[in-house]
Structure formats: C-alpha cells, structure tokens
C-alpha cells in the first residue's frame, strides 16, 4: 500500500510503508533543528484536510533559521577641505574633488543646536555673546529717589545745585501761588506793588482786552469787580470769566471754568455748561498757551509816588532789571545840596541792578548802588557782587 502526501506545491510524493516505518522508527533519533531566534513564537499545528475521497494526513514541515539581516555598512568618512587637498589622484583613477564647509563647533545640549547656521560674510569675525540674569527670590521694591539721592550723596561723584526756593506770589483772581501751566493759568504778571495776577486770568476777564503792543487793559477795573463776584464751582471771591449767553449770572475764575468743562471759543468768548453747544464746534479754543509779549499796563510814576508816601514797607518793586530796596530820605538842611535839575539824592537809597560783568563779557553779576553823605555831599557808591571773585567798592561824587 502507499500513502499519499499533498504537499503546498500540490506535488504528489510517494512512500512506502516500510520506509515510512522506519522514519517513524527513526524519528527519535533524528537530531532535532536548532531553535529559531525568534523568542516566544507559538508552534505550528497540524491540520487536517478532508474531501470527498478520503481523510488525508498533513505532515509538519520543518522550521527554518530566519536569515540574519547582514550587518549596515559603515558611514563613509571625508576627509577635511585641507587634507582633501592633499592627496594626489592615480592617473588611472577618476579624479573627484569635494569642498567641505567648516561647521562651528556646537556645544553639546544647548540650544544652539537646532538653530540653523547664519550666513557668515568672508573676513569677518564672529563671537557670541551670552547674557546671565539673576533674579532675586521673593519681592523687590525698587528704590526711590530719596534713597538715590542719598547713595549718590555717599559716593560724592554729583553737585547737587540748591533747591529753589518755594514761590509764595498768589494770583489775586484764582489765589493761586506760583506760575500756572503753560496751557492753564500760565505765567504769573505783575499788577502792583507786591499784587500778581496769571495771564490767562486776566485775559479772559470780561472787562480785559489787548492792545496789538501786548498790553492787558482794564485788568485794575476787572478785579476790582472780581472782589464781588462769587464763583459758581468754587463759591469763592475773584471769578471775572462770565458765561457769553444773554441774561446768564453764571461766572468762573479761568482755572474753575476748565474743571467746570465750560466751552471757550476763538473770540474770546465762554459759555458755561448749560449753555454750550453739544458736541464739537469749529470756533472752539481747547489750547490757551500764550507766547508773545504780553504785560499789564501800569503807571510806573504813580507805583513809585505811592513808595515814597508809604515809607517802611514789606514789598518788593522791580523795574526790568532794577530791584528797589529803599527810597531813603532828604532833611531840610540838605535840600539845596542833594538835588539836581533832574534828580533828587535821598540820603540812604538802595537798589540792586543785574547788568553784563567788567570781567567777563558772557556773565552777568550783581550791582548794589547806594547814596550816603559825606562831607554835606552826596557819595554815590556802587557794590559789584560777582561770585567767584572778591567784591568791588566804587565810589564818587556824581552819579556818572
């Protein structure tokens, strides 16, 4: 009898029995394969396959050895640009050059690394560098200017100039002191004797208008009504900016009508906030900033007239650049020998003017002159106060 084997290849083999015995016989002999690599694999089954005819065994084929993959062959190694160059091509040889490109060295980790390589332009030197900051733990409070100031003071490496000295003029409209804002009240002008009045308010009086000179009219006339008036915002004395609107008693001092949000317009004009017109309008003036020349107009006769009849006094009166301290006095006796056609000489007179130095031709310094008596004759005396340099005592008979 024979067995019938369908291998997967559908080849028909043919065994004997006795063959078939013995390799079963046999069978436990037969060194077995060596184990594939593979660790785990589960084993082959064997399967059975029917048809029609008869039931059939299907034996187990043996396991192969799985290939090894051989082994990836090595990197290829260039050589650097400059040793490249030196090897000599064999005349059978084809001849390849290849130029490499020096690459920075990198440091190992950082995040240089990943950045691409920037474009270098030949003969130029490159360095990084590299910046460290270190912030304190927990909160920290800047320091301020007085404790910089005193670090500064430690170290002595500044000059501090004095500190001005505080501004105590206040304005007789707003009672204000000291120079405004440019764009507000602005600077401060003189009305009188030890009197002040800002710009702005004294513009924007009702009763104040301007010559093309410069000159503030009526400014005496306006604060003289302003001294009974009441302020609408501030309900205190010296408002003289009334609102424009026929029959309206509304009135401002200038600072109080800007907090109010009253309207001004180009024509010197002003409409409180229950009058003005909604939204923007075209003659509308929102910058009062003032720079050209503009002063009050004064008698200055009639200032100095009223210093001689007060005597001792507590004000201080300047004329340009003379300040007048004292007017003095003239006895009896010394009328015929102290006047001139033109002047009187008033024993004990004193004023201080700022004028060009005799040293220096880009400074200015101080000038004290004096009258004092000296023989039943008037002694002018002249007291140059320049800083750096000793004072100078000039004397003589005239005032020339």
């Keep these: 009898l024979k067995d019938i084997v369908f291998c997967s290849n559908n080849c028909f083999v043919l065994y004997s029995a006795a063959v078939q ?3 079963s016989e046999n069978k436990e002999s037969v060194p077995s394969l060596p184990q594939s690599p593979m660790k785990d694999r589960p084993p082959k089954a064997f399967h059975q396959y029917s048809n029609n005819i008869s039931t059939l065994d299907v034996h187990c084929l043996p396991q192969l050895q799985e290939k090894v993959s051989p082994p990836s062959s090595p990197p290829i190694m260039f050589p650097p640009a400059f040793e490249a160059a030196k090897v000599e091509a064999k005349p059978d040889e084809l001849k390849v050059t290849v130029k490499l ?24 030197k490159w360095k990084k560098w590299s910046i460290q900051i270190v912030i304190p733990k927990g909160s920290f409070k800047p320091p301020g200017e007085e404790e910089i100031d005193e670090f500064l003071k430690k170290l002595g490496t500044t000059l501090k100039p004095d500190p001005v000295p505080k501004d105590y003029r206040k304005c007789c409209f707003c009672h204000e002191e000291g120079d405004g804002l440019t764009d507000g009240p602005a600077r401060l002008l003189n009305l009188d004797l030890d009197l ?21 009219i009526n400014v005496e006339l306006a604060l003289r009504r302003g001294l009974q008036m009441k302020c609408m915002f501030c309900h205190k004395m010296g408002a003289t900016s009334g609102c424009h609107r026929l ?15 009253c309207m001004f317009f180009k024509d010197k004009t002003m409409l409180c906030p229950m009058h003005k017109p909604k939204g923007t309008h075209e003659q509308e003036l929102s910058y009062f900033a003032v720079f050209r ?19 001792e006094r507590d004000h201080t009166f300047r004329v340009g650049s003379l300040i007048f301290h004292a007017v003095g006095q003239l006895l009896p006796q010394q009328m015929q020998a102290f006047h001139s056609s033109k002047a009187l000489f008033p024993v004990g007179y004193e004023a201080s003017r700022l004028y060009w130095s005799m040293r220096h031709a880009n400074r200015r310094c101080r000038y004290l002159c004096s009258i004092e008596e000296k023989d039943g004759l008037p002694l002018f005396v002249i007291k140059v106060v320049e800083q750096g340099h000793e004072d100078l005592v000039l004397t003589d008979t005239t005032p020339k």
């Design 21 to 23: 015995a013995k390799n």
């Design 196 to 216: 002040w009045v800002h710009l702005n308010c004294a513009l924007w009086s009702t009763e104040v208008y301007e010559t093309q000179a410069g000159a503030l």
């Design 293 to 311: 020349r503009v002063y009050v107009q004064r008698d200055e006769v009639r200032q100095i007239a009223s210093i001689v009849q007060r005597g």
């Design 101 to 124: 490109k020096p690459r920075l060295k990198a440091i190992h980790g950082s995040l240089d690394d990943c950045r691409p390589p920037s474009k270098k332009w030949k003969g130029m």
């Design 247 to 261: 029959r309206c008693t509304n009135i401002y001092h200038f600072t109080c009508a800007i907090k109010a949000q």
